[in-house]
């Protein structure tokens, strides 16, 4: 297995899934979006930014929030189909390069700002796009990546009998988990293979650890690293639930959050993702 194997079978998945990756992806759902704009506005005012630049940008996940933000964003992603999609209108000057993301070769020391967003897990190496970020942050910008599978709830689920007698919560995240690319080959005609290679970080390392990410991260040039986790079990169907009132049941979550951040690391293998923000 190789980097170019991983990176066609991403172009051909993304290829097949970017007409409707907007209403498919579930991180652009309003709550997650809400959530990411509160982080991204929190991680560009510590910089007073007003150069970002956009690893793995997609359909323009990123984009869309952080155009209402800063001046100009630089976009990098390998799949033409999904760059298409990327809606460049608004105040910012948006710019959006067709490539490879370890191989983007940015003006040094010249973004406030680099985001990676649910990108990390689709790249057979981490460590060319961890020096693209490193080379185009000035000093004191900051490094933000998110929604990435978190090792602790992937090897939890992973050892969860298919068809056990579980709470629907739990039977729907082993079907996410674990046979997702069944799902993807139904509905979108990719094969199985070619999914699991494109998610290479979740299907074959079984997604990341804090402890190897701070370390790939400083190997990279960055100093500090802060680890945050994201989305309990059960929290999407908690904050929808069906007859409850979206203010009551907003802050239900919030309680039960806060809980089990306050129990971590204990409680680790309980949220399906975690992200970091790295500081140089």
């Known amino acids: 297995m190789t980097s170019r194997d991983v990176a066609e079978a991403n172009v051909a998945l993304h290829t097949k899934l970017a007409a409707d990756y907007q209403t498919c992806e579930p991180h652009f759902r309003p709550e997650n979006v809400a959530n990411v704009e509160r982080k991204l506005t929190e991680v560009i ?3 007073a930014g007003e150069r970002l630049l956009d690893l793995g940008c997609g359909t323009g996940f990123i984009i869309n929030i952080a155009k209402h933000q800063v001046k100009e964003i630089q976009g990098v992603d390998m799949t033409p189909a999904m760059l298409e999609r990327v809606d ?9 390069n067709q490539g490879d993301t370890g191989e983007f070769d940015p003006e040094p020391g010249s973004y406030d700002v680099v985001t990676a967003y649910s990108f990390l897990h689709h790249l057979f190496q981490l460590e060319p796009t961890l020096k693209t970020a490193r080379v185009a942050l000035k000093k004191g910008g900051r490094f933000y990546a998110d929604l990435e599978p978190n090792r602790h709830f992937w090897d939890a689920i992973g050892g969860l009998e298919r068809g056990g007698s579980y709470d629907p919560i739990i039977t729907r995240e082993i079907e996410m988990v674990t046979y997702k690319d069944e799902d993807i080959e139904k509905q979108f005609g990719v094969d199985g293979e070619v999914f699991n ?3 290479w970080g979740k299907s074959t390392r079984g997604g990341f650890l804090e402890d190897e990410l701070r370390d790939a991260l400083h190997s990279a040039g960055f100093t500090q690293v802060e680890f945050f986790y994201e989305w309990f079990v059960g929290q999407g169907a908690m904050l929808n639930a069906d007859g409850v ?3 009551a ?6 309680v039960v959050d806060e809980l089990l951040r306050q129990a971590l690391p204990l409680s680790r293998s309980l949220f399906k993702y975690i992200g970091f923000v790295a500081s140089v």
């Open 197 to 199: 290679l494109a998610e």
């Open 45 to 47: 005012g510590a910089t």
């Open 249 to 254: 049941a907003t802050e239900r979550t919030r």
């Open 245 to 247: 009132d979206r203010d």
């Open 88 to 96: 460049t209108s608004g105040p910012a000057r948006i710019t959006l």
